[in-house]
């Protein structure tokens, strides 16, 4: 890999306790510092970085359908144009444009989350995710009181950050281990989840999502996945995170011979164990989900190939 | 509390990676060694001595029922007896009797293990249990084939010291945390815990066993309490579980300000989510429990006040 490509995209590969939208966001800072380095080179030769860099970054996290969708636009916004600083150019209006897109909607699904919660009671959070904070904290600063309860999300402990988040804005956090959901969650008057990517199959998401929506179900607690149509994704791409997998020695440093250590990132959750999905668009069921997959035709360096493939 | 009295517990209170069995073979010994030291006190203070040794054993760990059985039988053993070197020798017999009867139990319950094994498939172990480590085992050593998966136990990640056991004794095994278990659980054909305390409303064991027994239920995979009858008790001791609460500190050393962290021990697993408690007595379902449910009049010092006091 480019080496400059390479220390850009590692720490963004290396953030585990970041969801989608934020690392979309660190991605087109990523990409916005590439483009300025490139303005004396050749187009062909900043074609080949933006490629480069986008299929580094959507290998980083194969899951995350917010860092698939940036790179497909910024590909597909330059693909045709045939000199550099045209190029640079359209690269730059296509990342702040979908940077817009991520805020806006973050806001408008920030909006949505305040009428969910209802004052004074618990709120279960899962993992982290920027969407569910920034919901979390504009109901607070709307006035609502209410307390989060969140677990740690092993191995990476995203949950913490979490927590600390909340509580530096004056919230009250109750934190505890995974395992202690099936505890916890019958005080929970309802529970929020990121995610990394929606398709017509289902959500996913931080491995864990799937017990904390069969707990839900059970205690008929409703469950909400935060999330931009920027997540939504096509049947081929949904079962990517299939083979994700990071180092066991991430949950295990030193285990004894005989001991395979898995470390699995993410899971897939039926539509029909959440109460809803909520989106820019509003609250969205599974019947919705189609009508907002992105119809843009996926670059060729973005293609799968195999049995889904084009 | 006596100095050696305190001693002499306070190592099977820290003890949070072992099960209810091993953990009443630990507190036999130390009231063994309580008995051996006492020969030249009078019998008025021997047996105020065994009754505060057993108190803080139950107060150790009020979930685990084993404790409370065996520090009933002790007490009852010896309070009509008036001279020391009869009262020591009741006690020490009481104490024998009772570790042989926790060791034909595990030898029993693991027998019966054995044959619930499907050979060269995977198996699902949760938390640390001395009958579940001894059921394994001895299906390995009866010459069947099979890996055990297990997770972290989360906080006190007594899951890696099964893990540990188990590769140690030449066996395969796969571990990851706690969460993970609905991804690894499809591929589990069987799953077994330990438990701390059987009764008629269902079993009580180490927090985590509630969302695996939900996820087994969900994935229609059979998971097996194992128990000895030295854990079934009567219902006014069954919820003694739900006060004990461990130090925040050992989930999350030093959280920020504003972050209440939660540290429960035990919860309590419906029994027709179970396949079954496996016990010396063979497989019993949730009709069954009452009849092996100890008879023995409960000693004025283990009595509890309040609602279902007797």
Known sequence: MNQRIEELVTPIKDDLTSGAAELALQAITALRALMAEAQHESPEHVKGLLVEAV???????????????????????????????????????????????????????????????????????????STVVSGLLNARARGKFFRTVCSEARPSMEGRKLATMLAGAGMEVINTFDSAMGLILPQCRVAFMGCDCVGRPGIVNK????????????????????????????????????????????????????????????????????????????????????????????????????????
């Not at 910024?74 to 190029?87: E, F, M, N």
């Not at 150019?89 to 805020?103: G, S």
């Not at 699904?109 to 899962?126: C, H, K, S, T």
């Not at 205690?219 to 081929?236: C, H, N, R, S, W």
């Open 55 to 129: 299929q580094a970054l959507v290998q980083a996290h194969p899951a995350m359908a917010p860092l698939f969708h940036l790179g497909n636009t910024v590909l597909q916004a330059t693909k045709d144009i045939r000199d550099t600083p045209s190029l640079i150019q359209a690269a730059d209006v296509a990342l702040d444009q979908f940077e817009t897109k991520l805020c806006e909607s973050a806001a408008k699904i920030a909006d949505q989350v305040y009428n969910l919660i209802p004052p004074g009671e618990l709120v279960f959070a899962y993992s982290f995710s």
């Open 207 to 310: 491995v864990g999502s799937w017990l904390l929506a069969l707990a839900c179900k059970e205690q008929g607690i409703p469950l909400y996945a935060l999330a931009g149509t920027e997540k939504f994704v096509a049947d081929e791409r949904f079962f990517e995170f299939e083979d994700h997998e990071r180092p066991g020695s991430e949950v295990w440093k030193d285990p004894p011979h005989g001991v395979r250590v898995l470390n699995k990132q993410y899971e897939p959750i039926p539509f029909n164990w959440l109460a809803g999905v909520v989106t820019e668009h509003g609250i969205l069921q599974e019947g919705d989900i189609e009508k907002y997959i992105s119809k843009m035709e996926v670059h060729e360096a973005l293609r799968i190939e195999g049995a889904f493939a084009n």
